[in-house]
């Protein structure tokens, strides 16, 4: 059973930084990808960003130059590095990870970690 725990959340003004983490209860390089999604109340879980096990990276337009992801594959943990924080940030982050392919493709979820961007 694959676990992924995320910690890193938090409140910060708008400006701010934050750093979620990913950890992986497993070796990352059995998914295909991995990467991190948010849902802010009252709207659709939205992907931000991912990236692959060969490290190719892909970002929501919303976040593009503001966010870094990256990956410690020692570690088996994946990072959101999130730079000039808006407050349209606010949202639950989650982590996941992806097996298979297209329409065989699953992901496994973390529990999901708050970040609150207010002045």
């Known amino acids: 059973q694959v676990q992924l725990v995320e910690s890193g959340g938090g409140s910060v003004q708008p400006g701010g930084s934050l750093r979620l983490s990913c950890a992986a209860s497993?070796?990352?390089?059995?998914?295909?990808?991995m990467g991190w999604s948010r849902q802010a109340p009252g709207k659709q879980r939205e992907l931000v960003a991912t990236v692959t096990t060969s490290g190719y990276t892909h970002y929501a337009q919303s976040v593009e130059g503001r966010v870094t992801i990256s990956k410690d594959n020692a570690k088996n943990t994946v990072y959101l590095a999130m730079n000039s924080l808006e407050p349209e940030d606010t949202a639950v982050y989650y982590c996941y990870a992806a097996v298979g392919y297209g329409a065989n493709e699953y992901k496994y979820w973390g529990q999901g970690t708050q970040v609150t961007v207010s002045s």
């Open positions: 497993g070796s990352i390089f059995s998914f295909n990808s």
